[in-house]
């Protein structure tokens, strides 16, 4: 597994915006799976948003119409635009890239280290 370098994490209030930034150098192609996940403390990892091979991108329920995920692909690097948060965003965002599939239980998924989003008034 090849580590991604995140970015972008910090503190914001309710309805305020990020963008998260995760440089995948040993990204190549757009047919690559790419995602954006999240994890709180003692819940399992939960998928945001994913773009799939052929393109086609889904969001989690709560993310749709507030978090857009997308690429560049010149400079190897993901992002996570995220807008109106809310307090239910708190936690540790990941990325993950796979050239091959979008299976979840593929071995060839390339992770991030995750970056810190935390919404608090």
């Known amino acids: 597994q090849r580590e991604l370098a995140e970015s972008g994490g910090g503190s914001v209030q309710p309805g305020g915006s990020l963008t998260l930034s995760c440089v995948a150098s040993?990204?190549?192609?757009?047919?690559?799976?790419v995602a954006w996940l999240r994890q709180t403390p003692g819940k399992e990892r939960e998928w945001v948003a994913l773009?799939?091979?052929?393109?086609?991108?889904e969001y989690y329920d709560s993310a749709k119409g507030r978090f857009t995920i997308s690429t560049d692909n010149a400079k190897k690097t993901l992002y996570l635009q995220m807008t109106n948060l809310k307090l239910e965003d708190t936690a540790v965002y990941y990325c993950?890239?796979?050239?091959?599939?979008?299976?979840?239980?593929?071995?060839?998924?390339?992770w991030g280290q995750g970056t810190q989003v935390t919404v608090s008034s």
């Open positions: 773009r799939k091979r052929n393109g086609n991108i």
């Open positions: 040993e990204y190549t192609s757009r047919t690559w799976c």
């Open positions: 993950a890239t796979n050239p091959s599939t979008c299976a979840w239980d593929s071995g060839s998924w390339n």
